[in-house]
């Protein structure tokens, strides 16, 4: 079993930058490919980006790209989640993700991910 846990939320303005974290545990998380998803009220759960285990492969939803970074020191360290040019529409519930290896194509969707930390609440004012 592999546990995560996110933290790094909170409450921003517009334009602000956080980031967030997920520290892994348990199981063989440090082969997993790790993602981070939201999830704001009323709507579907939405990929926002992954990283592969060893941290050389990154990919994002093009709403985030230049704004979003995803990145882990090495296959055993917490993935982050710089998060900066804050907007409104950015306010969700984040989640962090564990994928084994698989196709890229396949981290883009919420059925690839095995394990699933609790969320770290992200809110933007205006």
């Known amino acids: 079993q592999v546990q995560l846990v996110e933290s790094g939320g909170g409450l921003v303005q517009v334009g602000g930058s956080l980031r967030l974290s997920c520290a892994a545990s348990?199981?063989?998380?440090?082969?997993?490919?790790l993602g981070w998803f939201r999830q704001a009220p009323g709507k579907e759960r939405e990929f926002v980006a992954a990283i592969t285990w060893s941290g050389g492969t990154t990919y994002y939803v093009d709403s985030v790209k230049g704004r979003f970074t995803i990145s882990r020191d090495n296959a055993k360290s917490p993935v982050y989640l710089q998060i900066n040019s804050l907007k409104p529409e950015d306010t969700a519930v984040y989640y962090c993700?564990?994928?084994?290896?698989?196709?890229?194509?396949?981290?883009?969707?919420?059925?690839?991910?095995?394990?699933w930390g609790q969320g770290t609440q992200v809110t933007v004012s205006s």
């Open positions: 993700a564990a994928s084994p290896p698989r196709p890229f194509e396949r981290y883009f969707s919420t059925a690839s991910y095995d394990y």
């Open positions: 348990g199981g063989t998380y440090s082969t997993y490919a």
